[in-house]
T-cell receptor, first 109, second 113 residues
Framework: GQQLNQSPQSMFIQEGEDVSMNCTSS?????WLWYKQDPGEGPVLLIA?????ELTSNGRLTAQFGITRKDSFLNISASIPSDVGIYFC?????????FGKGTLLTVNP | DGGITQSPKYLFRKEGQNVTLSCEQN?????MYWYRQDPGQGLRLIYY???????QKGDIAEGYSVSREKKESFPLTVTSAQKNPTAFYLC????????????FGSGTRLTVV
């Protein structure tokens, strides 16, 4: 299946710091999404991107769809303890999603 | 409230036994999916269904089986042929508009001993 390279694998930050993570693919996709998974729960959609170059914000979250359609990044500003969890990028094709391996975020109060 | 329900939350089975995981949605979604999650591996697609009485294999279908007799239900059976069944299993559903607004259940953690 399609491989998505998501980095970093894990991050340990202090409360209040900004966070950046990214995802790349060797293929072009028309849909990029970012999900967050709390421990022991299912992922929840944070941001969906449908247009190359698109920059979308959702509160303290900002995500961009790369102009080449092969990458995307997610930024979290002013992190808080409830931001802890696993963040997944995903790409859509033929009504199916392929997920990256995730970035585990730990926020120290 | 509309949503997608997986049960049970935790499941223990002996090696060699088949086990069925339940997934029910009341969102009127056409498509349903099963993913497997292992630490550091992301989410891998097992099976998906876009319409009642039809389903397709995902990337790691070996050792699993599904049925889609009703729009609301998409149970997953982990058979004894699955060599490493211990994992966290996630069910999801979506409309078929291409918007990929997947709604996930809260997962079932299966442990085979």
């Amino acid at each position: 299946g399609q491989q998505l390279n998501q980095s970093p694998q894990s991050m340990f930050i202090q409360e209040g710091e900004d966070v950046s993570m990214n995802c790349t693919s060797s293929s072009i996709f028309n849909t990029w999404l970012w999900y967050k998974q709390d421990p022991g729960e299912g992922p929840v959609l944070l941001i969906a991107l449908y247009k190359a170059g698109e920059l979308t914000s959702n509160g303290r979250l900002t995500a961009q769809f790369g102009i080449t359609r092969k990458d995307s990044f997610l930024n979290i500003s002013a992190s808080i303890p409830s931001d802890v969890g696993i963040y997944f990028c995903a790409v859509g094709s033929n009504y199916k999603l392929t997920f990256g391996k995730g970035t585990l975020l730990t926020v120290n109060p | 409230d509309g949503g997608i329900t997986q049960s049970p939350k935790y499941l223990f089975r002996k090696e060699g036994q088949n086990v069925t995981l339940s997934c029910e949605q009341n969102l009127n979604h056409d498509a349903m999916y099963w993913y497997r999650q292992d630490p550091g591996q992301g989410l891998r697609l097992i099976y998906y269904s876009q319409i009642v009485n039809d389903f397709q294999k995902g990337d790691i279908a070996e050792g699993y089986s599904v049925s889609r007799e009703k729009k609301e239900s998409f149970p997953l059976t982990v058979t004894s042929a699955q060599k490493n069944p211990t994992a966290f299993y996630l069910c999801a559903s979506s409309v078929l508009t291409g918007a990929f607004g997947y709604t996930f259940g809260s997962g079932t953690r299966l442990t085979v001993v």
